[in-house]
């Protein structure tokens, strides 16, 4: 099957990681497709700057309706932003026909029924994986994954410039004003962050959540929206004092009399998961009636990881054109014909840190003992804690933790150390991982 | 579109589940899936007991076969469980043309080549989602919601029984077979709890993602296992002490050389998210090259929470059949004549409990005029705390949590606080979410 053709409108900074994810996993991203996805034009206003992305192999336009306009295309991706260019650019792709991946929650959280219809009077896509909480597949959860359940609520974290704020005012007692400034020394906050800071991305986010959980139109204007820009250090302290943590929250709730859509700062029980996501970091709650509580964790903005989004609505959209049951989703996310014969590893090969606790003799030169059979079998130490012994106790328990080592090293240091005489009982091993 | 039928081999608790949650949200879910899903034969030995279950609207045998021969029935849900006569069904009902939903891990990780081989041929679908994590969508966001990237490592716990009594051991410091007991009595492990303190259910799941992730085949003998059953409170003490936890994870992750696929105990940062999963609860980690770190979280197991995936699996089939762009999936997951005209509420009618912090002058009977005040809006307190003043010092903070109440009858209160010569400045009110 001939690869799909892609046009990108935008070439910005997710425009890039869209460019750069597609060619890097070319290879990966076609065994799970079925076919290959091809990224063949890309507009943008300067053409040399788009060049020194993209390089002389994808076509650079500086009008995005060239792209439109050629019947090569397959997909439009739509990274330009905002309601006004975009929305034209959106409804005529759909009226050439295009199927349509977009970034753009300002525009469907405000203009989605009409976009929606457009579609579907065409017959086409408009998939919007990256509209909200950026890499995190939450869409595809609430559409496809909670299908089963009657949606009670959702909550999120789905703005990252925010929660970063907030964290950083907590973690070090400041006010939000001085906060603000050093995030966008960072580059955490942009030079005019009106649309974070007053909540109103979240809102946007919020409304498309609220539509696919409850099945009613987007309905942005009716949103009710907070931001942050009124909190003080004073209460987080306070909160914090009571269990609590402030986070700014989109909260779209099933009520007996309607559904309430919100954005505000929203005080959580600090043991929630939810309260716990820091920084720039998006996490979205969902409570099913069958499901009970599920969370979704992820960076919500950047290059890659929206990028990550875009290109999975890609490949829904590559999986579409064969779409019986053999083709359109693989059992094994991977086409049968493109398994990899990568071996399995045996375990002396796996490489973990490792935790040991050796009950030792309480006298000189048995630490040195130990560290010299670590050094030897090429294992760095980590850290290491002795327990000290009670008076007229004569052994003790030495902890060490170690740097990544292969498992056959450690097996080997492991058996030397047991048959030190200094060692009084077989020595505990546990590996260790930093997930990070 | 006439509704797709379904048989049901196997009523036992996750059976009941997906009879319960078909029944209760059948006219949300045919908004999603577009036609009616109905459960219409279920089989079990105990015709009486299934009868207690699912009444008389539904066909009930003792033989699952009848449910394969019956050529009105679409889609087997198979929840029989094991290797054996689970094995011989699902190929039968592979072979009679049917599509197959399943949540037996063990039966796909053993045999899971051999029976998607015989999918492909007949040209249906083996949906599994519930066999891994309960009712988060983890099989979904692996083979479709994160196919941009390159996976390079899974890290989940994915066994609740073992991440209960490791939960309740550091608690408790209570050693393993104190635990296991108690775990027993609650009803989180199996008076046989071999499969799930020996790690091999957890293995079964890893074995299951690793092949998602990596495009392997499922090689469930090459797995390395290692249970919780050797595991001291000690360690779980001193892992502690060093800024760890223990949790029982099932970890699949490429190397340079090939595929680690490991369950053991493991010592993880207990910063880490994570780290934090306690009781039942799951919560699969995936690193891809783009996205960054991903985390999913939710009930792995139970009968309604493993029921939303089999319901999830459904109808994703269902969708299935009517494959066009416009209808696989719908834009906003319901079908778009299928929108509901649910108001969103104005803000008033919005339900919340409330922080609200007050600097009040520090004399007598300010607490008792604000709480009368509070009290006549029918608004009940949760928690009071008040800064104590310095000396010399003649006003003070004074914070409240409210319980829940509607956001207009809070608006009236605080008007009538506001102008109470006692109160000193303008009060700041944050509303709370329990998010439970």
Redesign the interface.
Known sequence: MKPIQVGLMGLGTVGA?VFH??S??QE??Q???GRGIELTMVSRRNLDAARDIVGDRVRIVADAREIIANPDIDIVVELIGGYGIARDLVLEAIAAGK?VVTANKALLAVH?SEI??A??AQ????AF?AAVA????II???????????IEWI?GIINGTTNFILSEMRDKGLDFDVVLKEAQRLGYAEADPTFDIEGVDAAHKATLM??????????FD???IEGITKL?A??IR??E??G?R?KL?G?AKR?A??????V??????SK???A??EGAMNAV?VQ????????????GAGS??T??????D????AR?AT????H???????Q?D????????P?D???TAF?L?LCVADQKGVLANITRILADSDISID?V?QRESAEGENQT?L?I?THETVEGAMRHALTQMQSLPTVLAPI?S???????
Chains 1, 2 share one sequence.
């Open positions: 990681g994810v597609l890097r996993n990966e991203i065994r799970r497709a199927h989605g929606f219809a579609a579907r017959g086409v896509m408009v994986e950026g890499g995190i597949p595809k959860a609430l559409r496809e994954g909670l299908t089963a359940n009657r909550a609220s539509a696919l959980a409850f099945g009613i139109p987007v309905q009716r949103a009710h003080s004073t209460d306070y909160a004092q009571l609590y402030i929250l909260i009520q009399e309607g559904i309430e859509l919100r505000h700062p929203t005080l959580v029980p929630r998961l939810i716990n996501v709650m099913g009636d069958a499901v009970g509580t599920t969370l979704y964790y992820g960076k890659e990881p990028a990550s989004a875009v290109v999975a890609l490949v829904d959209i579409l779409a019986d049951p053999d359109r989703v693989p059992h094994l996310a991977f049968p493109s398994l990899a014969s990568t071996p399995i590893l375990i090969q796996v490489r935790y606790r850290a804690l328990d902890i933790l505990v546990l590996r260790k991982e930093e997930l990070a």
